[in-house]
């Protein structure tokens, strides 16, 4: 499946390509075509198979860069998105979405620390079975825009797509003392599918 926009895209490049090959030479129209291609692998958007359970899923395809305690209170864990990664964003966790903030910033690196903080970025807050899970969408040094599908009040499903950052990017995720980090530095986690916590606080039914 692909993202809509992806579509338009390349459709888009690929006429444009026709025109200067007709125009010019076919030649010509190659790299209008490769960039056509190209639109079409990044805005692709596969099925994932959703893990049952009181769990947090990945909301990026991507590599993790950092765990961190921010406080005794908060956990952070850092995903960063190259251009070839799947950029469609999910849900970490079941619940009804509670918060939404958009914040104007810098572009700067992604793969930077401050990013999180200078970034610009899509501020989530999605509340259910007892816990507030956050989760950024930040754009990075060539990500210009981000999108995101929901409204607070609705409610979404663990894994369940909610918007998309376009053109390499990083999210972060911030859980509470109640989650087990499950995912290390180095690690590549898919959206939707890659399990990155555990709750610690309830059993398996929820008790």
Known sequence: ?????????????????FLVAWLSGVAFGVPLWLLAIFCLNFFRDPERAI????????PADGK???VNADSP????????????DVHVNRSPIAGKITGVEYRP?????ATRAHSSDDNEQNVVTVEGHGSKVVFKQIAGLIAR???????????????????????????????????????????????????????IDQGPHGD
Not at 105 to 109: A, P
Not at 177 to 192: C, K, S
């Open 64 to 66: 993790v860069t950092a």
């Open 51 to 58: 893990p049952a359970g009181l769990v947090a899923v990945s």
């Open 73 to 84: 209170e908060l956990q952070r864990v850092s995903i960063f998105l190259n251009i070839f």
């Open 105 to 109: 910033g810098r572009f700067f690196s």
């Open 145 to 199: 825009r981000i999108v995101f599908s929901k409204q607070p009040g609705e409610a979404v499903a663990a894994g369940e797509r909610v918007g998309l950052i376009k053109f390499g990017s990083r999210c972060d995720v911030l859980l509470g003392p109640e989650w087990e980090i499950v995912v290390t530095p180095g690690q590549r986690v898919a959206a939707g599918s890659s399990v990155i916590a555990r709750r």
């Open 1 to 17: 499946m692909i993202v809509r926009d992806g579509i338009y895209y390349a459709a888009a490049l690929a006429a444009a390509g």
